[in-house]
C-alpha cells in the first residue's frame, strides 16, 4: 500500500538551486543551432532558473556568485570581448572612395575655418596691442613731462622749506634760463648739422647707385669674352677683399700684441736689455748672410775675368753705338746750320 501513495517530500534541488519542477532552466537545456545570445540583458543580471541565478536555501554553496566573474556563452552568456574588429568593406568601389573623399574635405573645410578664425582673432589681438603699444608711448611722454614738472615743484618746495630769498630764486632761474637757451641753440644747430649730412648721403647714394647703373649698362654691351673676364676679375677681387680683411685682422692682432709686449718691456730692465741684443744679434745675422751671398755671387778668379772681360766688351759696344749716333747728331746739326745761313 505504501507503493500506491504518492511521497510527499519534495525533489531533489538541481545544481541551479531551484527543485525541477515544470520546465527544465535554460542552463540545463540541450543547445540549439537557433539560440541568440542575450544581449539585451546586462551581464550582472541572470536570467530565473540559469545557473547564475540565486541559490536554493537548501544549495550546497552558500556564498553568493558573481556573474560578471564569468564569461556570458553561447547558451545565454555574452562571450570576451576582442580587439579585433569585424569584418569591412570588400569592394572598394567608386562611391568608397567619394565618400572617404568628401570626409576628408569636410575635416579640411572644418581645419580651415578653425584656422581663420584663429588668424582673424589674431589680427584683432594685433590691432589692439598697436594700439595699446602707441598709446603706451603718449603715456610715457606724458609721464616724463610729469616727472620734470614734480622735479621743478620738488625743487620749489626745497626752496622754500629752506627759506631762501626770492632774489636768489630768480637768479637760479636765471641762470638755468640762459642755460637751456643755449643747450637749445645747441641742439638746433646739431639738428641742422644732421639734416645737412642727411642730404649729402642721400645725394651720394644717388650718384653710386647711377654709376652703378652706368657700370652695368656697359658690362652688358660688352662682348660675351670681357663679361666672362669681367666675372673672373670681379671673383678674384672679392677673394682679394676677404684675404685683405683677414690679413688686418691678423695685423691688428699683431699690433695689440706689440703694445703689450711693449709695455712689459717698459716697466723691466731686464727686458729691454734682451730686446737690444736679439735686435743686435738680428743685424749680425743680417750681415752674415749678405756676405754668404755676395761670396756665392762672386764665383772663382776665372769666372770673375770672363765676367769682367764680357762686360768691358758691352761696355765697348755701347761706347762705339754712342759715338756714331753723336757723329749722325754733329752731321745734322751741320747740314741744318749750312741750310739756315743760305
Known sequence: MASNHKSS??????????????????GIRPPSGNVRVATAMPPTTARPGSRGGPLGTGGVLSSQIKVADRPVTQQGLSGMKTGMKGPQRQILDKSYYLGLLRSKISELTTEINKLQKEIEMYNQENSVYL???????????????????????????????????MEEVMSDYNMLKAQNDRETQSMDVIFTERQAKEKQIRSVEEEVEQEKQAADGIIKNMSPEKQVKYIEMKTTNEKLLQELDTLQQQLDSLNMKKESLETEIAHSQVKQEAVLLYEKLYELESHRDQMIAEDKSMGSPMEERERLLKQVKEDNQEIASMERQLTDIKEKINQFSEKKKK
Open 9 to 26: 517530500a519534495p525533489r531533489p534541488i538541481s545544481r541551479g538551486g531551484i527543485g525541477l519542477t515544470g520546465r527544465p532552466p535554460s
Open 131 to 165: 594700439s595699446y603699444e602707441k598709446r603706451a608711448e603718449t603715456l610715457a611722454v606724458e609721464i616724463k613731462d610729469f616727472q620734470g614738472q614734480l622735479a621743478d615743484y620738488n625743487m620749489l618746495v626745497d626752496k622754500l622749506n629752506t627759506n631762501t630769498e
